[in-house]
């Protein structure tokens, strides 16, 4: 089955500084890529994604990457703010698969904004 | 904007006690899932439903488990004789079709003792 692995597990940045999550994952046959942000307590919430037909997808000061190649993508955070303090998690998935696999998650990034 | 919701939002049970836990999905959705979040860990895919049956089930759902949409609206889980591990939060969630954006509830904080 597919194995998805996030780095860093803690991130710490400056107000106003850019804060970039990694994940690889294994399945070469998955297509799409969705990244959830998590307050702590709440459900988590879409928050931007990604399919394999595209190398890059921004949304305001969030932008994800994906190297289909490498089995990497990343979720950039610009200018960050206090309020996009959370746990963000990326994740994986077979879109048309037919058997609709659940979403599969990586372990989480803590992000923590210092004001 | 439609939401998935569920019931309780926090459940104490004692160790071999069944437990049900509900949800209603978004109304023209025909894809359902659970989930299960361990606190401090990553949110797990435990089985999604589809046309009324079991789809895809990971090595969680084992034999305590069962899902079932009885009326057509409430999609349950319920865990027949709960174990201290059992302890998360369990998350539904629901999609139009295969391919679009999985929607989670607010989740079911199940606390076993």
């Known amino acids: 089955g597919e194995n998805v692995e996030q780095h860093p597990s803690t991130l710490s940045v400056q107000e106003g500084d850019s804060a970039v999550i990694k994940c690889t994952y294994s399945d070469s046959a998955s297509n799409y890529f969705p990244w959830y942000k998590q307050e702590l307590g709440k459900r988590p919430q879409l928050i931007i994604d990604?399919?394999?037909?595209?190398g890059e997808k921004k949304d305001q000061r969030i932008a994800v990457t994906l190297n289909k190649t490498a089995k990497h993508f990343s979720l950039h955070i610009t200018e960050t703010q206090p309020e996009d303090s959370a746990v963000y998690f990326c994740?994986?998935?077979?879109?048309?698969?037919?058997?609709?696999?659940?979403?599969?998650f990586g372990k989480g990034t803590h992000l923590i904004i210092q004001p | 904007e439609p939401e998935v919701t569920q019931t309780p939002s926090h459940q104490v049970t004692q160790m071999g006690q069944e437990v049900i836990l509900r949800c209603v999905p978004i109304s023209n959705h025909l894809y359902f899932y659970w989930y299960r979040q361990i606190l401090g860990q990553k949110v797990e895919f435990l089985v999604s439903f589809y046309n009324n049956e079991i789809s895809e089930k990971s090595e969680i759902f084992d034999d305590q488990f069962s899902v079932e949409r009885p009326d057509g609206s409430n999609f349950t889980l319920k865990i027949r004789s709960t174990k201290l591990e059992d302890s998360a939060m369990y998350f539904c969630a629901s999609e139009f079709s295969a391919g679009n954006t999985i929607y989670f509830g607010e989740g079911s904080w199940l606390t076993v003792v």
């Open positions: 990604i399919r394999s037909n595209v």
């Open positions: 994740a994986a998935y077979i879109l048309g698969g037919g058997g609709a696999d659940g979403l599969t």
